[in-house]
């Protein structure tokens, strides 16, 4: 796998569950470059979930092509892939199988083939970047929903890959557990990893994701700056879903001079405080 | 105090321990919910939300159980019958889903509570429409994406046509469009049937869109509750970064009240309120401008 191509290129991908009639995914085009953090959105079914398993060669194209730094995910081996995208799935119980907390972490990083003591020393990290340290000689199953989904991210966190996909991270979680994954992700993408987050919070992207593609129908509906997607309404209407509570009360004020782009509380707030400035 | 027909839901001292938990689930909760009324319930992980919800459906958890919990005239204890004039929407709909295909998991509770087979055979596409999945009755329900399996959960609680619905986070896997669907479902249901509503959810903008009063959870026990206008202006449980999320309006109009910008009887946690709120302060401010020009 090369460092100077793409993270993730894909090209025309056509995907069909063999079972299926109809595509899935459509003729999928879309580039991802290293470092870069990146929302997938769309309704319930547009196929999001299924182009995010095409990244780390879980499910392979019908026709297309999905290329992980450079290597077809049809010709790479599984392990390759598993050791460059590391991907948290949507249910964390769907994911976790060990018994006790540490040994769930552990799973992932000994099967690159670590030795014990870097194994020991990436679980170490993992389990408190996501403030489970404490909880490591725990029963995984005796969490609470919360701490399993930090859980999740800790045993894909501890492979230390290069791209990281992850499928409703804040599903079912607190707003102080939904920021805590959130600041985790943002402090690794400072880092230089690839981020991609599949998500229905639109509060959350517009705060945090500078990138977002609209899924639909199996195509790409939208792909830019976060601002640009989330705050074209009619456009995200056609994807059954629509822009944050802030920016749809700044377009309904666009008449009296209050912008229509404000994507936070802050930008709101400032633009109607400098409104009222003078009086 | 109220006549006894108008409550819905009496709790009283409620206490709950896990077994070998080191603190209660629910630590001395007592709350009344009128019929008809539509209850909000917020609050952190842990809080022991879930945990009064199985209590109010009568599936009480193994466990320590004191206090006293009546649902509909029924009185719930550790042991005694599930209440069938409620109904419960689980957090994670695969725990609730087991027909082979939607058609037959939407039969399964109406069957059980030996439902007239023509009517239920008249009701699955009429509940399977009200959650988008008109014509997904011959679907195999493991081939469901997670939102629509929550949507079928939610049809699964609607076809038994409870008197009292209970919903852990019915929405936390609906895209926006979905979740404003749900929430003109209940609206409608409320409307034609006057059913009690008790929902779990984060989504602080349908909470404060729809419920008659919101109450947040903490430790096991209710810490604040109140009409939604009222609730999201509490400084300590809203509007600063370790607090919940009210909805985004509400902090807005709650930074202008801070810079005394805003006058504390305009504050609101409704959308459409909200925005004629800021519309009159803009225009105030673009006349008074003019005036001194």
């Known amino acids: 796998m090369s460092e100077s191509a793409a993270a993730l290129d894909i090209t025309d991908l056509v995907f069909r569950y063999a079972s299926g009639v109809a595509d899935v995914l459509r003729g999928v085009n879309l580039r991802i470059d290293h470092g870069e953090f990146v929302a997938l959105i769309g309704q319930n079914g547009a196929g999001k979930t299924t182009l995010a398993k095409h990244f780390n060669g879980l499910l392979k194209p019908s026709s297309g092509s999905v290329r992980v730094m ?3 995910t049809r010709a790479a081996p599984v392990a390759d892939l598993a050791r460059a995208v590391g991907y948290v ?3 964390p119980d769907h994911q976790i199988f060990a018994q006790r907390v540490r040994a769930e972490a552990a799973f992932g990083p000994r099967n690159l083939g670590l030795s014990p003591s870097e194994v020991e020393q990436r679980v170490e990290r993992a389990l408190a970047l996501v403030g489970l340290r404490e909880h490591a000689d725990d029963f995984a199953f005796s969490l609470g929903r919360g701490q399993r989904q930090k859980l999740a991210v800790a045993s894909v966190l501890a492979m230390e890959p290069r791209i990281l996909v992850v499928d409703e991270p804040t599903t079912g979680l607190d707003q102080a557990g939904a920021r805590g994954i959130l600041d985790l992700l943002s402090t690794w993408n400072v880092e230089g990893r690839t981020i991609v987050v599949i998500t229905h919070d639109m509060t959350l992207v517009a705060e945090r994701i500078p990138r977002t593609v609209v899924v639909n129908d199996g195509l790409i509906l939208a792909d830019g700056p976060t601002r640009h997607v989330l705050t074209d309404a009619s456009l995200l209407r056609k994807a059954y879903l629509r822009p944050p509570q802030v920016t749809r009360v700044a377009q309904r004020l666009g008449d009296l001079g209050v912008a229509p782009d404000v994507l936070t509380v802050a930008e709101l707030y400032r633009q109607i405080a400098a409104r009222m400035g003078p009086s | 105090m109220e006549p006894a027909d108008d409550v819905a839901i009496r709790v009283r001292d409620l ?8 603190r209660d689930a629910l630590a001395g ?11 909000g319930i917020t609050g952190p992980s ?36 599930y209440v069938e004039s409620s109904a419960l929407v689980f957090q994670n709909p695969e725990t609730q889903i087991i027909g082979l295909t939607v058609a037959e998991d939407l039969a399964f509770g109406p069957e059980n509570l030996r439902r007239d087979p023509a009517w239920i055979r ?51 896997e609906l895209d926006p469009i979905g979740k404003d669907q749900f929430f003109e479902v209940l609206e409608r249901l409320r409307r034609e049937r006057s059913i009690t509503v008790i929902m779990v959810e984060h989504a602080a903008e349908q909470l404060a869109a729809m419920a008659d009063r919101v109450i947040v959870m903490q430790h096991g026990l209710v810490v604040d509750q109140g009409p939604p206008d009222q609730l999201y202006r509490n400084p300590v449980l809203f509007h600063h970064p370790q607090a919940e ?8 109009l709650f930074e202008l009240l801070q810079a005394g910008l805003l006058p504390a009887s ?14 009159a302060l803009l225009e105030n401010s673009v006349q008074s401008v003019a005036q001194r020009v």
Request: glycine letters at 10%; a negative charge.
């Open chain 2, 266 to 279: 305009q504050f609101t946690a409704q959308e459409e309120a909200g925005i004629q709120r800021l519309r």
């Open chain 2, 245 to 252: 999320r009210a909805p985004q309006i509400s902090e807005v």
């Open chain 2, 46 to 81: 842990g809080a022991g939300k879930s945990t009064l919800c199985l209590c109010l459906k009568g599936l009480v958890p193994a466990g320590e159980f004191s206090g006293s919990v009546s649902v509909a005239g029924q009185t719930v204890a550790p042991g005694s019958a």
């Open chain 1, 89 to 91: 799935y949507q249910n």
């Open chain 1, 70 to 72: 450079g290597r077809d």
């Open chain 2, 122 to 172: 008249a009701a699955i596409p009429v509940y399977l429409d009200q959650v988008r999945l008109a014509g997904y009755q011959d679907v195999d329900t493991y081939r469901l994406s997670g939102g629509q399996k929550q949507r079928l959960a939610i049809a699964d609680a609607l076809i038994l046509e409870p008197e009292i619905l209970i919903l852990d986070e019915p929405t936390s």
């Open chain 2, 29 to 39: 909760l007592s709350l009344d919910v009128c019929r008809g009324e539509f209850l």
């Open chain 2, 15 to 22: 206490r709950f321990r896990y077994p070998g938990a080191t």
